[in-house]
C-alpha cells in the first residue's frame, strides 16, 4: 500500500509519496496558498476547501464499493480525522508517520525545484509574525487575562500602599504627631501631609483647602488648632521635601488602585463566576465539551454548603451578587456596610430555598430595606454627632456650676464653722462667770 505524506508549509501544502523507511519519494505537488488562513485552519483541526480539491486533485482516484490502496499520513490526528470524514481518504498518525514528515521538514527545500534559496525562511518568518498577531488580538481569552492581572495587581497594591502609608505616618508624626488622632484613614493623612507640609506655617488661610480635603470644616478647625499647640519636632527642608514626594507617590498609588477597581466593579457576573477556570474554559470550548460552573468562587464557603446538584446554580448565583456588591463599593459616594450585609442575606435565604424550599425575598424589597437601614444609620450618627456635642457643652457648664457651687459651699462652711465658734465662745464665758458667781455666794 503507497504511502502518501501531507505537509504543511509557509509556501502551501506539500503531498509525498514514501517509499519504505530510508527512502523518500520526490514531490508530487506544492501549491502556494493563503497561509495564514490555512495555517489557522490547521490549528484547529479543520480541513478548508483549499485543502480538500488539492487531495482530491493529487492523490489516486479511488473508485466507488472499492478499498483505496493508499493511505495519507498527517502530523495531526485531529485534522486526520476530518479528513477521513469528509473525503474517506484513510489517515494514520503515528510515531513512524511523525519521523517520515521530520525528514521532510529537514530537506523540505531539496525536494522543490523551483524553491530559491531564502524564500523558505522569508515565507516562514512572515507567516510566523502573522499568525502569532492574529492569535494575539483575537484570543478569546483577553478580556479574562487582563481581569486576572488586574486582581493580583489590586492585592499587591493593598499591601503597598498600607506599609508605604504606615510610613508616611511615622515619617510625619514626628513633626505633627497630633494629626494621627484626628485623621486615621491613610489616604487623607498622605493628602493632608503633603498639604500641610511645616506645621507652623498653617493658619486659618489655609482652612478652605483643609475642608476640601477632608470634608468636614469642625475637623479642618481641630487640625488649626492642634497646630498651633503642637509638641513635634522641626524638619529640615530637605526632609520636608522627601515627606511631601513621598505622600505624593501614595495618593498616587492609591488614585490607581481605585481605577483598577472601576474597571474589575464593570465586569459581568459570568466573568467573575469563572475566574481562574480560564485553562478549563478554552480546552472546552475547544474541545466543545461543557464549560466549567466555577473557578476561584469554589472555594467559597457558600459553595461547599450547597449541595452537589446545586453548586453551579449557587456558583452563579454568589457571582451574580458579588458584581452588585463591587459596583456599589465603586460607585456610591460613601461606605456602608448595609448593602453587603443584606446581599450575604439573600444568598443564605438562596441556600435555604435549594435545600428546604424556602421561598426568598424579592430583590426589589431587600434593596428597600438596604436604602432604609442605610438611612437610618446615616441619622442615627448625626444624632450622635450632635448629642456628643451637646454633651461637651453640658459637661463644660456643669464644671463651670460645680466651680461656683463649691465656692459657694466652702464660703457657707467658712460662715458656719466661724458662727460654731462664737457660740462655743460664749458658752464658754457663761460657764466661767457662773463658776465665779457661785465663789463669790
Not at 3 to 17: D, M, P, Q, V
Not at 37 to 56: D, H, I, P, Y
Not at 146 to 164: E, G, P, R, W, Y
Not at 244 to 262: G, H, I, P, S
Amino acid at each position: 500500500m503507497a504511502l502518501y505524506l501531507l505537509y504543511e508549509s509557509a509556501s502551501g501544502y506539500g503531498l509525498f509519496l514514501a517509499h519504505g523507511i530510508d527512502e523518500i519519494g520526490q514531490n508530487t505537488e506544492a501549491v502556494p496558498l493563503d497561509a495564514l488562513n490555512q495555517c489557522n485552519a490547521v490549528s484547529e483541526g479543520q480541513m478548508t476547501e483549499e485543502l480538500r480539491n488539492f487531495l482530491e486533485l493529487s492523490l489516486p482516484k479511488v473508485k466507488e464499493g472499492k478499498k483505496p490502496k493508499f493511505s495519507l499520513g498527517v502530523a495531526d490526528p485531529k485534522i486526520g480525522s476530518q479528513i477521513h470524514e469528509e473525503t474517506k481518504i484513510p489517515c494514520q498518525s503515528n510515531e513512524f508517520v511523525l519521523e517520515l514528515i521530520r525528514g521532510i521538514r529537514l530537506h523540505f527545500d531539496r525536494f522543490i525545484d523551483n524553491l530559491k534559496p531564502g524564500d523558505l525562511e522569508k515565507a516562514q518568518l512572515g507567516l510566523g509574525h502573522s499568525y502569532s498577531r492574529a492569535k494575539v488580538k483575537f484570543n478569546v481569552n483577553r478580556v479574562d487575562n487582563m481581569v486576572i492581572q488586574a486582581i493580583f495587581l489590586l492585592d499587591t497594591l493593598d499591601k503597598d500602599v498600607n506599609s508605604f502609608s504606615m510610613r508616611v505616618r511615622e515619617w510625619y508624626s514626628w513633626h505633627f504627631p497630633e494629626l494621627v488622632k484626628i485623621v486615621n484613614d491613610n489616604y487623607l493623612y498622605a493628602k493632608l501631609a503633603k498639604f500641610i507640609e511645616d506645621k507652623s506655617e498653617l493658619s486659618e488661610d489655609k482652612l478652605s483647602g483643609l475642608v476640601d480635603i477632608l470634608g468636614d470644616e469642625d475637623k479642618a478647625k481641630e487640625v488649626v488648632e492642634a497646630a498651633k499647640a503642637s509638641m513635634g519636632q522641626d524638619l529640615s527642608p530637605v526632609d520636608l521635601i522627601n515627606v511631601k514626594m513621598f505622600a505624593q507617590r501614595v495618593t498616587e498609588l492609591a488614585e490607581y488602585r481605585k481605577k483598577l477597581l472601576t474597571n474589575l466593579a464593570k465586569c459581568p457576573s459570568s466573568t467573575l463566576q469563572i475566574l481562574g477556570a480560564e485553562k478549563a474554559l478554552f480546552r472546552a470550548l475547544k474541545t466543545k465539551g461543557n464549560t466549567p460552573k466555577y473557578g476561584l468562587i469554589f472555594h467559597s464557603s457558600f459553595i461547599g454548603r450547597a449541595s452537589a446538584k446545586n453548586k453551579g446554580r449557587m456558583a452563579r448565583y454568589l457571582a451574580n451578587k458579588c458584581s452588585i456588591a463591587s459596583r456599589i463599593d465603586c460607585f456610591s459616594e460613601k461606605s456602608s456596610t448595609s448593602f453587603g450585609d443584606k446581599l450575604r442575606e439573600q444568598v443564605e435565604e438562596r441556600l435555604d430555598f435549594y435545600d428546604k424550599g424556602v421561598a426568598p425575598r424579592k430583590n426589589i424589597d431587600v434593596m428597600k430595606a438596604a436604602m432604609e437601614n442605610d438611612s437610618n444609620q446615616d441619622t442615627e450618627m448625626e444624632v450622635e454627632n450632635f448629642s456628643s456635642k451637646k454633651s461637651k457643652k453640658k459637661k463644660s457648664k456643669d464644671n463651670e456650676a460645680s466651680d461656683d457651687g463649691d465656692k459657694e459651699n466652702t464660703a457657707a462652711n467658712g460662715e458656719s464653722k466661724s458662727e460654731k465658734k462664737k457660740k462655743k465662745r460664749s458658752l464658754e464665758e457663761r460657764s466661767e462667770s457662773n463658776e465665779n458667781g457661785k465663789e463669790n455666794g
